[in-house]
């Protein structure tokens, strides 16, 4: 199985500041990357796929870079409702598609 | 707009199994643009890609559950469901069920139902 890493695990900003989340693969997936944004009680919301690719309705403040086995995931200009947790997920090759263990992102 | 949504019991006994159904509306689970998905979270934890299912009734599972895992599609109600065996309290999570969107070359889950807690307890 591929495996996914996020760092950091935790994350404290303030509203309007940048901040950059990693995330590592254990093997080169291409830019077969998606970056999804969950709070809390709430299902995961899709922000990015193609590792650069905004989804419809996203902000752009939020963007995605990356290709091989390292990617990051960049919010310029920190709003309050940008606090939550941030899961990447490779979708390279068949399912199931693995998830990295999330980076949480807080006042 | 394609809508999902979980259901099925909140309580589940340890050694039993858990099963949930997805009913999907504004899309058919006959489209070949999707897989269907199952994701859980157990409480506090991250995300876990269960397995999927295509509407040919092709299906992969995670590994690590696959000995105990079913996922199955009926067109006729529009609906997908998942069966966890033999199931113990590690498997307490919200399950959410999801629509993996391939209709290009890249795959995401988009959209997701809006999960179900399931409780393994006696």
């Known amino acids: 199985d591929i495996q996914m890493t996020q760092s950091p695990s935790s994350l404290s900003a303030s509203v309007g500041d940048r901040v950059t989340i990693t995330c590592r693969a254990s093997?080169?997936?291409?830019?077969?990357l998606n970056w999804y944004q969950q709070k809390p009680g709430k299902a995961p919301k899709l922000l990015i796929y193609a590792a650069s690719s905004l989804q419809s309705g996203v902000p752009s403040r939020f963007g995605g870079s990356g290709s091989g086995t390292d990617f990051t995931l960049t919010i310029s200009g920190l709003q309050p409702e940008d606090f939550a947790t941030y899961y990447c997920q490779q979708s390279y090759s068949t399912p199931p598609y693995t998830f990295g263990q999330g980076t949480k992102l807080d006042i | 707009q394609l809508q999902l949504q979980e259901s099925g019991p909140g309580l589940v006994k340890p050694s039993e199994t858990l099963s949930l159904t997805c009913t999907v509306s504004?899309?058919?689970?006959?489209?070949?643009?999707?897989?269907w998905g199952w994701i859980r979270q157990p409480p506090g934890k991250g995300l876990e890609c269960i397995g999927t299912?295509?509407?040919?009734?092709?299906?992969y599972y995670n590994p690590s559950l696959k000995s105990r895992v079913t996922i199955s599609v009926d067109t006729s109600k529009n609906q997908f469901s998942l069966e966890l065996s033999s199931v113990t309290a590690a498997d307490t999570a919200v399950y959410y069920c999801g629509a993996y969107d391939s209709s290009n070359y890249f795959g995401w889950f988009d959209p997701w139902g809006q999960g179900t807690l399931v409780t393994v307890s006696s």
């Open positions: 504004g899309g058919s689970v006959s489209s070949s643009t999707y897989y």
């Open positions: 299912i295509y509407y040919t009734g092709a299906t």
């Open positions: 093997q080169s997936i291409s830019n077969f």
